[in-house]
């Protein structure tokens, strides 16, 4: 029987010739990352080994990002944790304020994440890098820890599930609608350690942020990893962003899938997730008035250059509604001053919304957004759990950037269309 593409990968970075589903392997790692929440524990937990040197200090990345600028005592010490850490260990790869992005975003930005790679992440988003035909997927943070020093992790190689996309998605339907679409359609535990992986012609009609969006929350589908199929597109993105060599595997013909889905894009619509569950979907227009007190605009799932154009695009000549509070989040500095320089900015402000530097910030209710009881939230990130952020009786409705902006300006979840 042949091997899936992930499984191709991870057969390759266990030095085997071929690994079947549910086979224990330890594979050899390209990277492996933290952030200002998950690595601290790692370091602690790193300083009770023998061994307390980084594998290769190029393959360890630590990304401060989800209380930075720090918000109080306790995050600026687990900031320093990781600075004293990263200059100890004379890390290539540390990003601190003035260099910091939200890490599922920075990671292939810059060019720390290529085709064929096995990424480690404490970080269940970590699966984002799929997108660009690597293996990737989140840990715990004493996963973590062993990763930096052996560079190694052991795995259950993953079943997996097809999707094959087809078609072309309609105007304001993105990579978020899709993904969206898909765990509404199998549940947030439908690809319960799975590999999710994506092929059809339909996928050269998505763009690089649509692929990183819909790899970023496999896991809220249960999935281990997402992935697509390397095309130009993810090359010419390779090529753009890093200089490392890249390898492309290909799933067998004959590779054995758990299931099969197929997804025509052009029958979606704008589609939003309904609180508790991020399978709570519904498409725009199916519900009655939805009303909101808070946009949020960015994430690791959508803060990249194209989301905030595409929010710049609704909200230009427009206000943000009486009561509604609109707040964008560019994904790391470098989208930060390309919407700069594109005048997005100036389009948000003047609509009334706020731009903050980049943070994971209010995603999981760490700052910069928390919500107070009983208040309701659109918002582009990618979890809508009981207070996720912020007061257990609150609510957050996930949408695309599209849908936010459309919303904070009708003071209601509706689609761009409506306005």
Known sequence: MGMTM????LAAHAGLPEVKA???IEADLDLVMGNDITAPVAINEMKKMNNQKVFNKDKVALIMDHFIPNKDIKSAENCKCCREFAYKHELSNY???????IEHALVPEKGLAVAGDAIIGADSHTCTYGALGAFSTGVGSTDMAAGMVTGKAWFKVPSALKFVLTGKPSKWVSGKDVILHIIGMIGVDGALYKSMEFVGDGI???SMDDR???CNMAIEAGGKNGIFPVDDLAIAYMKEHSSREYKIYKADADAEYDAVYTVDLSALKPTVSFPHLPENTKEVGSFGDVKIDQAVIGSCTNGRISDM???AEILKGRKVAKGVRCIVIPATQSVYLQALKEGLLEIFIEAGAIVSTPTCGPCLGGYMGILAAGERCVSTTNRNFVGRMGHVDSEVYLASPAVAAASAV????CCPCEL
Do not use: H
């Open 95 to 101: 990003f601190d304020v003035g260099e910091m992005g």
């Open 212 to 214: 990183f969006t819909i």
């Open 6 to 9: 992930t499984q191709k990968i």
């Open 22 to 24: 549910g086979q224990l």
């Open 410 to 413: 009708a003071g209601k979840i």
């Open 309 to 311: 154009r595409v929010a």
């Open 204 to 206: 050269a009609n998505l």
